[in-house]
């Protein structure tokens, strides 16, 4: 089968998360991935940990099938590869600082003046504001200052989201960005620039809680396991202590939850709890009239009383919970030492050839050469 990005050509300085998810992307569906490294240890998410059979669990995820070289673009002959590289490409990332990309002369009409039909896509902590463009930004830095950690957690404290959510978000609006530019540019022979920020990302994500902040008098408090502005949404133990969450999204489904899983059809008819505004207002003692009735209620008892009234659920699961799921669906990979791994597979594949991670600086020769440039 074809793949829609076969013959793209994507030159990308990255490092991390963002970067390398983007990229990666742009791979899985057929795109050529040229992954340029510094000289001095290249990505340096490939030291994060040593998980994934002795390297990094971030490296391999991110950027499997790509090609790697080590350039100094100070140097001339470093630079001149570079150069025939981005005349060619289809695609230019980076997410480096942006001094960095100053520095090494390679903003977007810089580039463009080689390759004007080359999409640039710059990925950075804050934008391009002056007041923050020089600011070093990491994933736990956005979830701080967007406010994203203040309304996660519990009441007892905040907590950081438990992935790089920021990073991750930033990848795939750069991705998202690229294919839709990529089109313009088919249908309308226009190139437009993608430029996409950390902080805009989380900012944009942060929109309701904003609006309740802004215009409800108050921003949406951390209520752990619970929804800040629906009830009952949140967690609840069995008989057995195991945790489920249950989510109530509208007043029909309150009525079948009241009738076929709590046996008290006037629960729902109450003034306290008629409505999901006053459900969310009078919380506590609904998640306690709730709870005190689910006490009595097996594992498999509940579970089958949910399903009957057709009510969203779902078990509070570990890390380790995650491999046995069902729905978990698995691609194999492997490391740059060539040992194989399993690990979820992303939303969408468009072929299932296995894929590897490639060794520091390993496409050096090949890309030298096929770049016009010999190796020094």
């Given at each position: 089968?074809?793949?829609?990005?076969?013959?793209?050509?994507?030159?990308?300085?990255?490092?991390?998360?963002?970067?390398?998810?983007?990229?990666?992307?742009?791979?899985?569906?057929?795109?050529?991935?040229?992954?340029?490294?510094?000289?001095?240890?290249?990505?340096?998410?490939?030291?994060?940990?040593?998980?994934?059979?002795?390297?990094?669990?971030?490296?391999?995820?991110?950027?499997?099938?790509?090609?790697?070289?080590?350039?100094?673009?100070?140097?001339?002959?470093?630079?001149?590869?570079?150069?025939?590289?981005?005349?060619?490409?289809?695609?230019?990332?980076?997410?480096?600082?942006?001094?960095?990309?100053?520095?090494?002369?390679?903003?977007?009409?810089?580039?463009?003046?080689?390759?004007?039909?080359?999409?640039?896509?710059?990925?950075?902590?804050?934008?391009?504001?002056?007041?923050?463009?020089?600011?070093?930004?990491?994933?736990?830095?956005?979830?701080?200052?967007?406010?994203?950690?203040?309304?996660?957690?519990?009441?007892?404290?905040?907590?950081?989201?438990?992935?790089?959510?920021?990073?991750?978000?930033?990848?795939?609006?750069?991705?998202?960005?690229?294919?839709?530019?990529?089109?313009?540019?088919?249908?309308?022979?226009?190139?437009?620039?993608?430029?996409?920020?950390?902080?805009?990302?989380?900012?944009?994500?942060?929109?309701?809680?904003?609006?309740?902040?802004?215009?409800?008098?108050a921003a949406p408090k951390r209520v752990g396991l619970k929804h800040p502005s629906i009830a009952p949404y949140g967690a609840f133990l069995s008989a057995e202590?195991?945790?489920?969450?249950?989510?109530?999204?509208?007043?029909?489904?309150?009525?079948?939850?009241?009738?076929?899983?709590?046996?008290?059809?006037?629960?729902?008819?109450?003034?306290?709890?008629?409505?999901?505004?006053?459900?969310?207002?009078?919380?506590?003692?609904?998640?306690?009239?709730?709870?005190?009735?689910?006490?009595?209620?097996?594992?498999?008892?509940?579970?089958?009383?949910?399903?009957?009234?057709?009510?969203?659920?779902?078990?509070?699961?570990?890390?380790?919970?995650?491999?046995?799921?069902?729905?978990?669906?698995?691609?194999?990979?492997?490391?740059?030492?060539?040992?194989?791994?399993?690990?979820?597979?992303?939303?969408?594949?468009?072929?299932?050839?296995?894929?590897?991670?490639?060794?520091?600086?390993?496409?050096?020769?090949?890309?030298?050469?096929?770049?016009?440039?010999?190796?020094?």
């Open positions: 089968m074809s793949l829609p990005l076969e013959g793209i050509l994507v030159v990308s300085m990255e490092q991390a998360v963002a970067g390398p998810f983007c990229s990666n992307r742009l791979k899985l569906a057929g795109a050529r991935v040229i992954k340029i490294e510094r000289k001095n240890g290249g990505d340096f998410a490939r030291g994060y940990d040593t998980a994934a059979e002795g390297e990094s669990s971030y490296f391999i995820w991110l950027n499997q099938g790509k090609e790697s070289i080590a350039l100094d673009l100070k140097t001339k002959s470093d630079r001149n590869v570079f150069l025939n590289m981005v005349a060619k490409a289809d695609i230019f990332i980076q997410n480096f600082s942006p001094t960095t990309v100053t520095k090494l002369n390679i903003d977007s009409s810089s580039l463009k003046s080689i390759n004007p039909r080359l999409i640039c896509c710059d990925i950075s902590g804050y934008g391009e504001a002056p007041e923050v463009k020089k600011k070093k930004s990491y994933d736990l830095l956005i979830q701080a200052e967007s406010g994203l950690i203040d309304v996660s957690g519990s009441k007892e404290g905040v907590g950081r989201i438990g992935v790089s959510i920021c990073d991750i978000g930033a990848g795939m609006a750069a991705h998202a960005g690229i294919i839709e530019s990529l089109l313009l540019r088919e249908r309308y022979d226009k190139v437009k620039d993608v430029k996409i920020s950390l902080f805009d990302v989380a900012a944009d994500w942060m929109t309701v809680p904003y609006i309740h902040s802004k215009y409800g008098g202590k195991t945790s489920f969450i249950i989510s109530i999204q509208n007043d029909l489904e309150w009525k079948r939850f009241c009738l076929k899983v709590l046996k008290t059809p006037a629960l729902s008819k109450e003034n306290k709890f008629s409505s999901n505004t006053l459900r969310v207002k009078n919380r506590d003692l609904l998640d306690k009239t709730i709870q005190s009735t689910l006490l009595s209620l097996s594992d498999e008892t509940l579970r089958n009383s949910l399903e009957e009234a057709s009510i969203a659920y779902g078990r509070l699961n570990s890390v380790e919970d995650l491999e046995k799921h069902l729905a978990l669906k698995k691609i194999r990979v492997r490391n740059s030492l060539d040992d194989s791994l399993t690990i979820p597979s992303p939303p969408l594949v468009w072929e299932n050839s296995e894929k590897k991670a490639p060794k520091f600086n390993q496409n050096d020769e090949q890309l030298r050469k096929e770049f016009n440039d010999a190796k020094k």
